[in-house]
């Protein structure tokens, strides 16, 4: 039987912040379900729901055990989701709620932070059907042992991105407050512009270096499913942009955005003894404490020891020091220093993978401006550099303007274009290359 094109939509808390607003979403949903499309709707809780429920918990328990804080979490959630049923049903769009456990949301026990590990399609399949229109609720699913669970702060990305995955849907719609994934945050840099398209990969490094638009794990989950995602706005209606698979254009732009990460922390470990498992020494602990360390750099050993710097979650600063002080003698440890008054700020784009001399336009802008890099890391698409967090609007606006990021007055340059210096030769930081990059660089002039 020939399917019809089936579209998730999922709202997030802004979206759905009122009884009005959830009638607006209503009306995109009925848009697309009198159109023919069969439809899954996902709904975030309430805007400012879940943070009031994490300080009531607080007021409860200056400690509350995780499998509560899942319990009382969820209800959020599934206030949104009657809510909007109600107002569907009332448009004559029918519709019925359906919670985490409900729909077979399968997670691990990893409470606050559970991950997905299957999912009952057949329970949508019925609904869809009958051309009901499922309004799942976000951010929650349900452990083995029977407890209630939730996906991790914007989780409801991930469970429409999961729905999206085990339906084969045509499209996910992620519609949130912005009208799409921008160059740089529009707040700090006022000339962003809004991309059309975009990689899940580069979509990836962005949600992970600061961007918020998407949970991290939604463009795990879209990538590895090849989920056609669209980041539109619930306000403003348009295309919003697409993230898809890696396409070839996608190369001859060397930037595709900035981001920054203000949500970090930075320990330093000094004089650690420069010995074979010591490094293993001091992440096996963080990992074993959930703790997810991202830049980390180890300085050449001098007498014998060493310096080891990193950076974690700002919300795990504290987490992370007591384990390291715990640690501390073990490792021979003479002094641990922490800072959370850094950024990361990071440029993003596929096509570095074929340009050399980004890194260098990078370092020379935030020089210009007199910002001072504390530390450096790089993967095949992004360069990221730790600066003072007083400085971050600034940098953003300098690396933007240098790789020409701004709204181009013709539309000609669908996706930013080259820096003055473009391909330097003489760059510091040596990228890695795959495949034949003399052709790629020919074709991407
Ligand atoms: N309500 C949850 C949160 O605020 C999940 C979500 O919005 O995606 O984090
Ligand atoms: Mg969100």
């Given at each position: ?5 089936l ?6 808390g802004?979206?759905?912040g009122?009884?009005e ?10 848009g ?7 439809v899954?709707?996902v709904a975030?809780?309430m805007?400012?729901?879940t ?6 918990a ?14 009382l979490?969820t209800t ?11 107002i ?8 019925r709620?359906?919670l985490?456990?409900?729909?077979g949301?399968?997670t691990?026990?990893?409470?606050t932070?559970?991950?997905i ?5 057949a ?5 869809i ?12 699913g ?15 990305d ?8 085990e ?9 949130t407050d912005v ?5 740089a945050d ?6 962003a512009?809004?991309?059309?398209r975009?990689?899940y ?14 949970q ?10 090849n989920?056609p ?21 996608m190369?001859?732009?060397?930037v ?13 470990l000094?004089?650690v ?28 050993a001098?007498d014998g ?5 990193f ?5 795990d600063?504290?987490q ?11 490792l ?20 570095m993978r ?9 370092f ?7 910002i001072n890099?504390?530390m ?7 360069i ?13 606006r ?15 340059t ?9 391909v330097a030769?003489?760059g510091?930081v040596?990228k890695?290359k ?10 991407a002039?």
């Amino acid at each position: 039987m020939k399917r019809r094109p089936l579209i998730v939509q999922k709202f997030g808390g802004t979206s759905v912040g009122t009884i009005e607003r959830m009638q607006n979403v209503a009306r995109l949903v009925a848009g697309e379900y009198r159109s023919g499309h069969d439809v899954v709707v996902v709904a975030s809780a309430m805007a400012g729901e879940t943070n009031r429920l994490i300080e009531l918990a607080h007021l409860a328990s200056p400690d509350p055990e995780p499998r509560e804080l899942d319990c009382l979490l969820t209800t959020g959630e599934q206030v949104s989701v009657a809510l909007l049923s109600m107002i569907l049903n009332q448009m004559g769009i029918p519709a019925r709620s359906i919670l985490g456990f409900q729909m077979g949301m399968h997670t691990d026990t990893a409470h606050t932070k559970a991950r997905i590990v299957a999912l009952d399609r057949a329970r949508f399949e019925a609904s869809i059907d009958e051309r009901i229109v499922l309004v799942a609720a976000g951010f929650q699913g349900i452990a083995p042992d029977g407890h209630l669970t939730t996906l991790g702060r914007g989780g409801s990305d991930t469970t429409a991105v999961a729905i999206a995955a085990e339906l084969d849907a045509d499209f996910c719609d992620i519609y949130t407050d912005v009208d799409g994934v921008y160059t740089a945050d529009p707040n700090v840099c006022p000339d962003a512009r809004r991309l059309e398209r975009i990689s899940y990969e580069e979509m990836l490094e962005l949600a992970s270096t600061g961007a918020k638009v998407l949970q991290i794990r939604s463009v795990e989950l879209g990538m590895k499913y090849n989920v056609p995602l669209r980041v539109r706005s619930s306000f403003s209606g348009g295309p919003g942009t697409l993230v898809v698979k890696e396409e070839a254009a996608m190369e001859d732009v060397l930037v595709a955005g900035v981001a920054c990460d203000k949500n970090e922390a930075k320990i330093s470990l000094r004089a650690v003894a420069d010995r074979p498992g010591m490094a293993a020494l001091i992440f096996t602990p963080l990992a074993e404490a959930n703790i997810v360390v991202d830049m980390i750099i180890q300085n050449v050993a001098l007498d014998g020891t060493t310096d080891v710097t990193f950076t974690v979650p700002r919300t795990d600063l504290k987490q992370a020091l007591a384990v390291m002080n715990r640690a501390s003698s073990a490792l021979g440890i003479q002094r641990i220093e922490s800072d959370d008054r850094i950024a990361k700020i990071s440029v993003v784009g596929v096509g570095m993978r074929s340009h050399a001399g980004v890194a260098t336009t990078m370092f020379r802008a935030l020089s210009d401006e007199g910002i001072n890099i504390q530390m450096i890391s790089t993967s095949e698409i992004k360069i990221s550099g730790v600066i003072e967090a007083k400085d971050a609007d600034r940098a953003q606006r300098a690396l933007h303007a240098a790789f020409g990021l701004a709204r181009a007055p013709s539309a000609s340059t669908p996706r930013g274009t080259k820096p003055k210096t473009a391909v330097a030769k003489k760059g510091t930081v040596a990228k890695p290359k795959r495949g034949s990059t003399a052709t790629k660089r020919k074709r991407a002039r």
